[in-house]
């Protein structure tokens, strides 16, 4: 070490709870959050025990990036 | 047309094989019956090789001619959400990018601003992947006035501007000093170059007049890939074309969830560490990874992960993406073809704003692979674990490029790219053998320049090219041998050196095989009032005394490897590594890990090892318990094992 830095927070992905339970396996743990797989972006609500998706709507198209030029 | 299934376990059922769906469903999903779908799919892959094969005969960089730094697809058509479904044998780091690729760029610039004949344009990292020096050139394909396909490749440019030439350099701190961003625009529209493109990048490159004559064969490729595409929608009819590429992605899929499902149910961790920005090295960066299973289905979560690097190491998410399907296409089932399907069993979670999934402007982005290959090593440190003899061990981690500029004593300007530094290593071992030793890493896929165009094109010398002794990780299978590579330089020169993991080693081992040692990186400078050719250097520790070192963990009064006491030399501290003439720069790689107890080595290979100098008598003896008798130099026929003292070295309690 040549010299000392406050290593920056660590970023963190939010997931939301969503009320319910898992029609697959009754868990009661279901949270909506972005993922990128095949097709690119989607806005997921997901069971976090079994993975089972309820949900995958298309998210924005660079994800968290927006494009000023999206304004014009 | 509709694909069998397209998303990830939304119902939870079992799906149809698609080796057992009737010839009729067959036929009603993919529009064709099976024979015709394979056939349209090899005359599909014949195409883009085709494309490649006439880009890399015809291209003036080098860095396409020596290096094959491109990649070529066809996708589909904008209603099917651009399918990839072809892709060329080649980067694979640029496959693993080019299908959102597509996708991002022609819909930002609208599928109905398109018409035939025209390339559309886009190197933003973001928007596309890899970096700035990546442009991505995409030709639509119109059957009857609507776009039904588009055929793709993507091609390293020398030069893309910022502050470094080249590009190659972890210190440029974001976007706006690391180069040229273009947006999806057009270069060609209906067959006529866009003036106004070509001279904003002429206007903010370098090297313009090796662009060019690039850019004019990437359209004829481009063309070309476009009339074969047509010529087998003209003899197959446009339903069979387009079930094909379906069908293409659909198996990927299939096969990749078979291979998903042979992993335990279950949450895995993993990390991979590289060791410093390109500002100073006061803070290391962790790529860290959980992996959630169940079923078919695995969740990808990179959270943990360092934030963005305050200079340029960092990736995208797009390619943080591709290295998450290569590492469980090379763990799971290496024969997968690697099409958009690859990732439908697959999500990646990630927070925005780490090293791999790095926001603009400051978030710059241009070692991409390196800060991908972590998680590549953070997916294997994860699942080998859990695999067993299915593991595969690590890979060399970095490619320690070299980059250099200068001018010779007649004043000739001469530039040398990513060819004198680590670019070059070794793989781990796995189930099937040994590593391969002098490969690129395990996602790049890329050729190695011959030693003649390197010397021709600049001032230096290939020294030395070769396995450096006892560097392969340890195991039943060894792991491939570390690139020991010297350069004499011939001229003064401006040096960048980007060697990222030296800390801790990137050859991590599998089902119980050793790491492979880390490597470092040494300057030689000409010896005082020596006017003679310099002589070569030796390879035993006591040669490191005199050298100016540029990275590695060092004992700090010999300089030479000290991976456990030794101190950290870091590769930026200073930005350019000036050399006078008659320097030798040293670049030895890391080491691939092993795979397997080396105690159960079959003997007779740790002989062989020995007499070809992969393993020394006195390493065969420490990581292997064989005992070797003779001289592998001076006698290498004579070389024998002692069956005697190996057993008893073999039986020792350890
Ligand atoms: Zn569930």
């Not at chain 1, 406050?6 to 009661?28: F, K, S, W, Y």
């Not at chain 2, 058509?77 to 651009?82: A, G, L, Q, W």
């Not at chain 2, 492979?516 to 030796?538: V, Y």
Request: aromatic share 8%.
């Amino acid at each position: 070490m040549t010299e000392e830095h406050d290593t920056p927070p660590t970023p963190v992905l939010e997931r939301i709870p969503v009320h319910g339970d898992c029609p697959r396996c009754g868990a009661e743990e279901l949270r909506r959050y972005p993922v990128v797989s095949e097709g690119g972006w989607f806005e997921v609500v997901k069971c976090q025990q079994c993975l089972l998706s309820l949900d995958r709507s298309p998210w924005s198209r660079l994800g968290p990036i927006q494009l000023l030029t999206d304004l014009l | 047309m509709t694909t069998l299934e397209t998303t990830p376990s939304t119902t939870g059922s079992e799906q149809t094989r698609l080796r057992d769906i009737s010839d009729a469903e067959f036929t009603g999903a993919y529009g064709c019956d099976r024979f015709t779908a394979a056939v349209i799919l090899n005359r599909l892959r014949y195409a883009v090789e085709h494309m490649s094969t006439g880009f890399m005969r015809e291209a003036f960089s080098p860095i396409i001619r020596d290096w094959y730094d491109f990649a070529c697809t066809i996708s589909g058509p904008p209603r099917h959400n651009y399918p990839m479904a072809v892709v060329s044998n080649s980067l694979v780091v640029f496959l693993g990018t080019l299908g959102d690729a597509v996708r991002n760029t022609v819909e930002e610039f609208g599928p109905e601003n398109l018409s035939p004949g025209d390339v559309l344009i886009c190197n933003d990292p973001y928007r596309g992947g890899t970096h700035v020096n990546d442009v991505c050139f995409i030709r639509p394909v119109f059957v009857d006035g609507e776009i039904v396909s588009f055929v793709n490749m993507r091609a390293h440019q020398l030069d893309m501007g910022g502050t470094v030439p080249g590009g190659f350099s972890a210190t440029k701190s974001n976007v706006y000093e690391n180069g040229l961003v273009i947006p999806p625009m057009l270069l060609w529209s209906r067959d006529e170059p866009v003036r106004s493109t070509f001279s904003l990048i002429f206007d903010n490159t370098r090297w313009g007049g090796m662009l060019l004559p690039d850019f004019k064969s990437i359209y004829q490729q481009l063309a070309l890939g476009e009339r074969l595409v047509l010529e087998n929608i003209e003899r197959y009819g446009l339903d069979a074309y387009l079930g094909t590429l379906t069908y293409a992605c659909d198996t990927s899929a299939e096969r990749m969830r078979d291979a998903i499902a042979l992993v335990p149910d279950g949450e895995y961790t993993g990390s991979a560490l590289i060791d410093a920005d390109g500002l100073d090295d006061s803070i290391d960066y962790t790529v860290q990874v959980t992996l959630r299973k169940q079923g078919q289905d695995i969740e990808v979560d990179l959270s943990g992960t360092s934030a963005q690097a305050r200079t340029c190491i960092n990736c995208g998410v797009l390619d943080a993406k591709t290295a998450v399907g290569v590492a469980l296409t090379m763990l799971l089932d290496p024969e997968v073809p690697f099409t958009s399907g690859t990732w439908r069993n697959i999500d990646l979670a990630t927070p925005p704003g780490t090293l791999v999934s790095s926001l603009p402007p400051d978030g710059g982005i241009m070692m991409f692979w390196e800060a991908s290959g972590a998680v590549v090593s953070a997916v294997f440190d994860a699942l080998n674990p859990a695999l067993g003899e299915k593991g595969v061990a690590g890979d060399y981690g970095s490619t320690n490029t070299h980059n250099a500029s200068g001018v010779t004593a007649d004043g000739t300007p001469w530039t040398s790219a990513t060819q004198c530094g680590g670019e070059h290593g070794p793989w781990g071992a796995t189930k099937e053998g040994d590593g391969d030793s002098y490969t690129v890493l395990f996602f790049l896929n890329n050729l190695d320049p011959a030693t003649e165009t390197i010397e021709h094109d600049s001032p230096v010398v290939m020294l030395r090219k070769e396995h450096a002794i006892d560097t392969g990780g340890p195991g039943t299978f060894r792991g491939g041998a570390a690139n020991l590579k010297d350069t004499l330089w011939l001229s003064e020169g401006n040096h960048y050196l980007s060697p990222f993991r030296t800390k801790v080693p990137s050859g991590v081992g599998a089902n119980g095989g050793e790491p492979g040692p880390n490597g470092a990186i040494w300057i030689f400078p000409p010896r005082d009032g020596a006017d003679d050719r310099p002589a070569m250097l030796g390879t035993t520790p006591d040669v490191y005394a005199t050298s100016t070192p540029v990275a590695g963990v060092l004992d700090p009064v010999t300089k030479a490897l000290d991976p456990v006491d030794g101190e950290y030399h870091y590769f930026a501290s200073r930005q350019v590594w000036q050399t006078k003439t008659g320097s030798i720069l040293r670049c030895l790689t890391n080491g691939g890990g092993g795979w397997g107890d080396p105690f159960a080595r079959d003997p007779e290979r740790v002989l062989a090892d020995v007499r070809n100098e992969y393993v020394s008598v006195a390493g065969a003896a420490r990581d292997y318990g064989v005992v070797v008798i003779g001289d592998p130099r001076s006698d290498p026929e004579g070389l024998r094992i002692d069956v005697q003292a190996t057993a008893a070295l073999r039986n020792q309690p350890s």
